[in-house]
């Protein structure tokens, strides 16, 4: 017999009654029934019931053990009588009696409990992390990221595309989120960084004509963290296609996608491959309030300042005349809502930060509020026609400069589905946000600036650089999004080195910058460069939606903190003496307060 287990504690059934068996694993639960004591024996496969009476040669030992001991049980396989047949175990139609235990590490009083799913403080969870880890949901989730990670190479390697791993030290780049730096113990003074993305050497891999690359990438970003975004590290879907239109990719990667979802989704309704809407950047804005558009949620925003204009609400009129705008979000079916529903709404959009969020009621045709009493029955039956309302469908507004409009009509949307109950929490739905501004205006620096991805090509490509307002000119740039999460953003690539002076140059680069800051990649442009797009889905990202977690790190091994702290391992820490002298570094203390 082997010396640890013939079986995992999720193996035994009704056919090994009788026999004889070793299993291992730590002490999940203990019950004590008079004399008669049970165990749950957990292991990395599941759950196997251990009994032991007075007679066994074990009991004593088996009394005294704390949970989360680690032992290995030998005894023999026994019936469960049907009274106590526990229907939500694959081993639960049996259980075995122990007649000895050996302990392989006994434990301590546990800082957090394993079993059950009791909420925990986050530091006492991440600083245990080891414990946290063996709970049953994220235990799983860990289980879940690992097949999801193994399903979407299968699906990249049948879609033509060849895996290879790009450097992780490399150099700084001025784009972008702040870079990790790494000191450089040969060369004093210098520094690498770590990757934001494999960016330029994936495009580089087209260059030296390799067609088809991916890797499950890791990047490194000093960044704050968010609910759906890691701090210091994250893993994505890294790829790049040569001899590709902006539709190739969008083919491609949609099978990719839609495949993983409904490998994992375990009933929940994906969007199908080939059925990904495109969204132009500007209808997201409108319609939903950003660019990230959760399309579970059925509301959709309407542009009503016209139908302000001269209105006998004056605040909305001067807002329209004064070249600001006002947006509509439809609450449906609200008659029967009492007037606290549409206060507390406005009460909460003062708490995000906005002046307030006006509101009409409806019912059998009767309108009521402020806004709708100034307004006119002849104004509200032209909004309510504008947004499709019914009898008994109420309206929020949202007003004042566009920017700030869209995002209030935007959280708003998504607050008054989530009370209404509108959002559909058994599908995962898809789209392609499409046709991205190239350039914006940024207000800080008084000077045009990239939007999204300095690389990508402009549409129209060097006649609208040269000929179109640069506010005006949009590029060939997507990103993924599902049920409101980006999982990443894409582009057609600028593979010509002429269209990417003129692009920078209107970002207020020199062509002398552009080829000290990105040197490897416009020098490779002058030796045959294809034309080359791709995109980068999060890993993380899909994980958390697949496993219904509102919080990335409940699908993340080993995650840091708020603070991008790792409470298990004590980092980061200060370096010692020794070590800064071998880098040539010196520290100094940060800002005070």
Partial sequence: MHAYRTHTCAQLRDGDVGATVRLSGWVHRKRDHGGVLFIDLRDHYGITQIVLDSDSAAFDLANQLRVESVITVTGNVLKRSDATINETLPTGAIEVYAREIAVQSAAQELPLPVFGEADYPEDIRLRYRFLDLRRERIHKNIVLRSQVIASVRRRMIEQGFTEFQTPI?????????????????????????????????????????????????????????????????????????????????FNTIEPVLAGIFEEFANGRSVTPAGEFPRIPYKESMLKYGNDKPDLRNPLIITDVSKLFEGSGFGRFASIVEGGDVVRA???????EKSRKFFDDMNGWAQSEGFAGLGYATRKGGEWGGPIAKNHGDA????????????????????????????????????RVADQLGLIDPNAFKFCWIVDFPM?????????????????????????????MDPLDILAFQYDIVCNGVELSSGAIRNHKP???????????????????????????FKFGAPPHGGSAPGIDRIVMLLADEPNIR??????????????????????????LRELSIRTVDGPKG
């Fill in 329 to 335: 979000i439809p609450a449906p079916g609200t008659a």
């Fill in 169 to 249: 030290l490399t150099a700084s780049s001025p784009e972008g989120a702040r870079d990790y730096l790494v000191p450089s113990r040969v060369h004093p003074g210098k520094f690498y960084a770590l990757p934001q993305a494999p960016q330029m050497f994936k495009q580089l891999l087209m260059v030296a004509g390799f067609d088809r690359y991916f890797q499950i990438a890791p990047c490194f970003r000093d960044e704050d963290a968010r609910a759906d975004r890691s701090p210091g590290e994250f893993y994505q879907l890294d790829f790049e296609m040569s001899f590709v239109t902006q539709e190739d990719v």
């Fill in 439 to 467: 350039f914006e205006y940024d207000e800080d620096n008084k000077k045009v600036d990239f939007s999204h991805n300095p690389f990508s090509m402009p549409q129209g490509e060097l006649e609208a650089l040269e000929t």
């Fill in 498 to 524: 002429e269209i990417m002076y003129k692009a920078f140059s209107i970002a207020g680069y020199s062509q002398e910058e552009v080829d000290k800051n990105f040197a490897g990649m416009i020098n490779a």
């Fill in 554 to 579: 409940e699908v993340i091994v080993f995650p840091m903190n708020q603070k991008a702290e790792d409470l298990m391992m004590g980092a980061p820490a200060p370096a010692t003496p020794k070590q």
């Fill in 379 to 414: 104004g509200m039956a032209a909004i309510a026609e504008a947004l499709g309302l019914g009898p008994d469908d109420g309206v929020f507004f949202a007003a004042g400069k566009e920017a700030q409009a869209a995002k209030l009509a935007g959280l708003a949307r998504t």
